[in-house]
Every structure is written in C-alpha cells, then in structure tokens.
C-alpha cells in the first residue's frame, strides 16, 4: 500500500471541504481505483459530479481532466486503467460548461 495525493478542483473541492487528499491506495491501484475510493468516501453527489449526465457512466472523458504529476492522462486509450506510483499526485479537475 502507498498514498497518492489528490488535488481537486472546482465542485469536487466545494463538496469536500478540501483542496487535497491523501489516499492510502493499494499497490497496483489505477485511476478507477481511486475514483471508486472517492466515490465511496463523499457518496453519490461525488459520483454525481464525475458522472457523465448523458448515461450516468462515470466518464473522465466527458466530464473532467485527469492530471497524474501534471501530467494530462486523458488522451491515453484508456485513462481509467493508468497504474499510479507511490508520492504520485492526480488532479482532478471539472469541465466547467457555460454560455
């Protein structure tokens, strides 16, 4: 086991209360990993927040960026199965619509 620190951003950091996270995440811990973590410590308004409103599928994709080490993960193929390290930081930050 090792911790990750989350930095979050916008209506993920107004629910929480917090702008970073440490997390006690399993070796070979991934990207969903970690969102199904955070999904199951501040509940459904998180999952809410991280969900695509379209089909209610948890999607980074459509509704925010993930940043490992400053890094944008996003364009991989699949940036849900990205293995994290120990000391990494992941930012999550929401797509922010307006008009």
Do not use: C, Q
């Not at 979050?8 to 969102?35: H, N």
């Not at 199904?36 to 999607?59: A, C, H, M, N, Q």
């Amino acid at each position: 086991m090792f911790n990750v620190k989350i930095k979050l951003y916008g209506a993920l950091k107004d629910l929480t209360e917090e702008p970073e996270i440490e997390l006690l995440i399993d070796d070979e811990s991934t990207i969903e990993d970690v969102i199904k973590k955070l999904i199951d410590r501040y509940g459904l308004e998180f999952k809410r927040i991280v969900s695509d409103y379209s089909t209610g599928i948890t999607s980074p994709d459509k509704t925010f960026f993930i940043l490992v080490n400053g890094i944008n993960i996003d364009s991989l193929k699949n940036p849900w199965s990205f293995k994290l390290s120990p000391n990494d930081e992941v930012t999550l930050l929401p797509i922010v619509e307006g008009g």
